[in-house]
């Protein structure tokens, strides 16, 4: 083994790898599964977003995700011109939409609940109640040690 990879092989770095490894593995999954659908990952959150927070504004939006109103407006346009929202004038103040999801959306974001939860079922299928629970308690503190080295005011950004 040549000396660059040795100082590589510490059990930090088997974690991590294994950490990042899982990670690539559950999003290739869920990716594939919405590539079928026609809708991105990122407009596919923003579809499950609408779909619990009905009649939104486009900034509520962008704000939840942490992005520019510009940028939240690319999808926008996306998934109205694919059927998925429609947008509805204010009633109160007309420069105001809010956006709304359509059936064909509804019926994508149910079909990826069901998806979703079947991935978690087997993701965790060989492991006890117990062990969930460990995991979760580790991944937590794993966080919070990551977020002490992050500026106070960018940790909440990062979820």
């Given at each position: 083994?040549?000396?660059?990879?040795k100082?590589?092989?510490?059990?930090?770095?088997?974690?991590?790898?294994?950490?990042?490894?899982?990670?690539r593995?559950?999003?290739?999954?869920?990716?594939?599964?919405?590539?079928?659908?026609?809708?991105?990952?990122?407009?596919?959150?923003?579809?499950?977003?609408?779909?619990?927070?009905?009649?939104?504004?486009?900034?509520?939006?962008?704000?939840?995700?942490?992005?520019?109103?510009?940028?939240?407006?690319?999808?926008?346009?996306?998934?109205?011109?694919g059927?998925?929202?429609?947008?509805?004038?204010?009633?109160?103040?007309?420069?105001f939409?809010?956006?709304?999801?359509?059936?064909?959306?509804?019926?994508?974001?149910?079909?990826?609940?069901?998806?979703?939860?079947?991935?978690?079922?087997?993701?965790?299928?060989?492991?006890?109640?117990?062990?969930?629970?460990?995991?979760?308690?580790?991944?937590?503190?794993?966080?919070?040690?990551?977020?002490?080295?992050?500026?106070?005011?960018?940790?909440?950004?990062?979820?």
């Amino acid at each position: 083994m040549n000396q660059f990879i040795k100082d590589w092989d510490t059990p930090y770095h088997k974690l991590i790898g294994e950490y990042i490894y899982g990670n690539r593995l559950h999003r290739a999954v869920l990716e594939r599964h919405l590539n079928k659908t026609g809708v991105y990952r990122s407009q596919h959150q923003i579809l499950m977003f609408i779909s619990r927070t009905p009649n939104s504004s486009q900034k509520d939006i962008a704000n939840t995700f942490h992005v520019s109103t510009a940028t939240i407006a690319v999808s926008l346009k996306k998934l109205e011109k694919g059927g998925y929202i429609k947008r509805i004038v204010d009633q109160e103040d007309n420069r105001f939409n809010k956006i709304c999801i359509t059936d064909k959306g509804s019926e994508i974001v149910e079909s990826s609940k069901k998806f979703f939860q079947f991935v978690e079922e087997q993701m965790f299928a060989d492991f006890s109640q117990e062990e969930m629970e460990c995991l979760l308690g580790l991944f937590k503190r794993m966080n919070t040690n990551l977020q002490k080295l992050m500026p106070e005011t960018e940790r909440e950004g990062h979820r």
